[in-house]
């Protein structure tokens, strides 16, 4: 992530807090001449208070901003606390499977990503042919785009909600575009955009159902082997 900078309240609030215990123990030390015990006590004392205070920041919802390499910059708000190494993945190239209980805020941190990154956002949900994903031509000749085709040829963030339960098969053709770098949609061989994001989220890593999310789908180890594995546990400050 070393071309964006994230910039939060939470941060600054923590160094501040650090500042002020500094503060605190030169001003203590200070004041130890000829009243050590009550120097002592009164260093105790504004660390106590000063700890307190990092505690109460700790536990304030992290409001982001988000620097580009162009210099721009957005406030993508409250973020989860492993949004910045998920951008990080993205902002490398990764393709990112993106694993954890429903209700944790994968699509919302997909949302954010896109916003961060300065493109547009597409997500489609499990599918069971492969025509949902790369689109199809009518009778007529009319090619119908999918918002996968959107984010490949123009780019953007593209997210796969629900990943595992689709059908694997239906699957295969994306793991050939992941492999190769291009794909051949129904009326063109369309190679990747620079500024491609993918994003697949789910609630298990691919290997099946679950005692929870019993009707998940094992994935092919091929596909699998495209992605970098994140998980996305549930995160108390921004569900408070």
């Excluded at 949902?132 to 040829?153: D, P, S, V, Y």
């Excluded at 990747?192 to 994001?197: A, G, I, Q, S, V």
């Amino acid at each position: 992530m070393s071309n964006y900078v994230t910039k939060g309240e939470f941060g600054e609030a923590i160094a501040s807090t650090v500042a002020s215990v500094n503060a605190a123990i030169t001003r203590g030390l200070k004041e130890t001449e000829g009243a050590y015990s009550a120097g002592l006590d009164a260093i105790r004392k504004d660390c106590q208070s000063a700890i307190a205070e990092c505690i109460k920041a700790a536990s304030l919802p992290r409001e982001l901003h988000i620097v580009r390499p162009d210099s721009t910059s957005t406030n993508v708000g409250k973020a989860h606390k492993a949004f910045p190494q998920l951008l990080a993945m993205l902002a490398t190239g990764a393709n990112v499977w993106l694993a954890g209980p429903a209700g944790s805020g994968k699509t919302t941190a997909a949302e954010q990503c896109a916003k961060a990154l300065g493109v547009p956002f597409y997500s489609c949900g499990a599918i069971s042919y492969e025509e949902k994903l790369t689109g199809f031509q009518t009778a007529n000749g009319t090619t119908i785009r999918t918002e996968f085709r959107e984010a490949w040829e123009h780019g953007g963030v593209f997210l796969w909600d629900e990943i595992d339960g689709s059908d694997s098969n239906a699957v295969l053709p994306f793991n050939a575009a992941l492999s190769a770098g291009y794909h051949p949609f129904p009326d063109a061989k369309i190679r990747r955009h620079k500024d491609c994001y993918i994003i697949a989220a789910a609630n298990t890593w691919g290997h099946g159902g679950t005692f929870e999310y019993v009707g998940r789908l094992k994935q092919d180890a091929a596909f699998m082997d495209r992605f970098v594995t994140l998980f996305w546990e549930y995160d108390s400050v921004i569900e408070d």
